[in-house]
């Protein structure tokens, strides 16, 4: 299944196009996504559900990325 054939998820990296930023998935609460920012996490927003939000990197290539960069 590709990023483009499933529903963002926790750990996914999303566009919201909304809001028109990028933001990793970090919780979803009675189905309101909440997404932080790249790289302010304290800095975070809702999404009220994945419709529009588009999966940029899925939760498992960001693991991988993580594991060759050695973090």
């Given amino acids: 299944m590709t990023a483009e054939e499933r529903s963002a998820w926790v750990g996914d990296q999303v566009f919201d196009e909304d809001a028109g930023k990028e933001g990793i998935v970090s919780d979803v609460k009675a189905g309101t996504f909440v997404i932080r920012e790249l790289y302010a996490r304290p800095l975070t927003w ?20 993580r594991q ?3 973090w």
């Fill in 46 to 65: 809702t999404a009220p559900g994945p419709e529009r939000l588009r999966i940029t990197v899925t939760r498992e290539e960001r693991i991988k990325q």
């Fill in 68 to 70: 060759e960069l050695g």
